[in-house]
């Protein structure tokens, strides 16, 4: 049996080995609460998490042979959709892992008050609906996603932006514009 390996996924989305994993725990727990509620969890492309509800019913005690009344409780099931178990049968759509792209230099446009983060972001793939900013927090960039930027700079905060623009203040980023409206 293989357990998780991150890496991968990192490697395709450009997170970090701690978001993750803590992407996957959350994932997890969100399941956990759903299945136990009674519902559904679909997953688009994946499958469906679904309970099933087994009542009470006669079993064995497997150490002593003996007869007793099991008691009700919910299975957790998975029911995988025709499309990924026809990916996994095709060989021509077997995803191959990703090369680590190659190491970016720290512009220079860094204010000097401030430390140089220790490497440059990684470029963020467009596939990716929630997107990761990395901004400067206290001398050190840190990878924050969108949904937590409004809550987490000012107008002044230091915002890496893709392309030629590199390190600039949060409120001269069009695509952040909003945040301060």
């Given at each position: 049996?293989?357990?998780?390996?991150?890496?991968?996924?990192?490697?395709?989305?450009?997170?970090?080995?701690?978001?993750?994993?803590?992407?996957?725990?959350?994932?997890?727990?969100?399941?956990?609460?759903?299945?136990?509620?009674?519902?559904?969890?679909k997953i688009v492309d994946f499958g469906v998490f679904y309970p099933k509800e087994l009542g009470e019913r006669q079993a064995r005690n497997p150490r002593t042979?003996?007869?007793?009344?099991?008691?009700?409780?919910?299975?957790?099931?998975?029911r995988f959709f025709d499309s990924f178990e026809k990916s996994i049968q095709d060989s021509d759509s077997t995803p191959t892992p990703p090369t680590a792209p190659a190491p970016l230099t720290i512009p220079p446009t860094i204010p000097p008050t401030l430390t140089a983060p220790a490497s440059v972001p990684p470029p963020v793939p467009a596939a990716v609906?929630?997107?990761?900013?990395?901004?400067?927090?206290?001398?050190?960039?840190?990878?924050?996603?969108?949904?937590?930027?409004?809550?987490?700079?000012?107008?002044?905060?230091?915002?890496?932006?893709?392309?030629?623009?590199?390190?600039?203040?949060?409120?001269?980023?069009?695509?952040?514009?909003?945040?301060?409206s």
């Open positions: 049996m293989l357990m998780l390996d991150t890496t991968y996924i990192e490697k395709i989305t450009g997170l970090s080995g701690t978001t993750v994993e803590s992407v996957i725990e959350g994932l997890i727990k969100f399941v956990q609460l759903e299945l136990r509620a009674g519902n559904e969890v042979g003996e007869s007793i009344i099991a008691k009700p409780r919910t299975k957790p099931r998975v609906s929630n997107r990761i900013w990395h901004i400067v927090k206290d001398g050190v960039a840190i990878p924050i996603s969108e949904s937590e930027l409004k809550w987490q700079i000012t107008p002044d905060t230091l915002v890496w932006t893709e392309g030629q623009d590199g390190w600039k203040s949060a409120s001269e980023v069009p695509k952040l514009k909003y945040l301060f």
